[in-house]
């Protein structure tokens, strides 16, 4: 169900208008978001890959800016690892990285 579905969002050589009005779309159309890298999100719903593809892609409509969106994989095959403070990996830790529905701990640098 795209409801359940995480996306991973990435623009590149987005400006800073860009970058708000992405952001303002992605808040807009889920309730549930993680935005700790410049220039790349995760949202949870808010429509399947294409849509969110093609109500993202209206913000880079020419030159050398553009969105690729991925769905991620599901509950219990997910797998990540980063190396930051760990603020920036709260969220990921209490939303994504889930096991049979509970949040579980990962190991971050």
């Not at 991973?8 to 779309?25: F, K």
């Not at 399947?48 to 509950?75: D, M, N, Q, Y």
Request: proline share 6%.
């Amino acid at each position: 169900m795209a409801d359940d579905d995480f996306y991973l969002i990435v623009a590149d050589q987005i400006d800073e208008t860009q970058r708000r009005l992405i952001t303002a779309a992605i808040k807009d159309s889920c309730d549930l978001w993680w935005h700790q890298f410049l220039d790349v999100w995760i949202a949870q719903g808010g429509g399947t890959a294409v849509e969110w593809g093609k109500r993202l892609g209206v913000f880079s409509p020419e030159g050398p800016s553009g969105v690729l969106v991925f769905k991620l994989p599901g509950e219990n095959n997910r797998s990540w690892y980063g190396k930051a403070q760990p603020p920036k990996w709260q969220w990921l830790l209490e939303k994504y990285a889930r096991v049979d529905g509970k949040p579980v701990s990962s190991k971050t640098d």
